[in-house]
Nanobody, 126 residues
Framework: QVQVVESGGGLVQAGGSLRLSCAAS????????MGWFRQAPGKEREFVAA????????NYANSVKGRFTISRDNAKNTVYLQMSSLKSEDTAVYYC???????????????????WGQGTQVTVSS
């Protein structure tokens, strides 16, 4: 069974930075794309960023492009989301997800991910 566990959420002031981590276990980590999604109160879950299995390519939502950076360390089975210039509208529960197709490109669609973490809360105060 694949397990995905997020960490690093918290309260930060607008304009600040935060780094989320996501540790995956239960299968070979390096062969699969990883993604970050978020869900704000009263809204549907939305795509944030994704990274290919080999970190060769990444995909970002327009709303975070230039402010967020996704990366991965295959030796540590961990993917990161570095968030900078945070805004109040970034407040949400952030979810990490592991892809289901090996050697896949960074997918913005939830259907490309079969394993999800419990989420970590990020609150940006203005």
């Amino acid at each position: 069974q694949v397990q995905v566990v997020e960490s690093g959420g918290g309260l930060v002031q607008a304009g600040g930075s935060l780094r989320l981590s996501c540790a995956a276990s239960g299968r070979t980590f390096r062969g699969y794309a990883m993604g970050w999604f978020r869900q704000a109160p009263g809204k549907e879950r939305e795509f944030v960023a994704a990274i290919s299995w080999d970190a060769g390519s990444a995909n970002y939502a327009n709303s975070v492009k230039g402010r967020f950076t996704i990366s991965r360390d295959n030796a540590k089975n961990t993917v990161y989301l570095q968030m900078s210039s945070l805004k109040s509208e970034d407040t949400a529960v952030y979810y990490c997800a592991a892809g289901t197709r090996p050697y896949s490109s960074p997918n913005a669609n939830e259907s490309g991910y079969g394993y999800w973490g419990q989420g970590t809360q990020v609150t940006v105060s203005s």
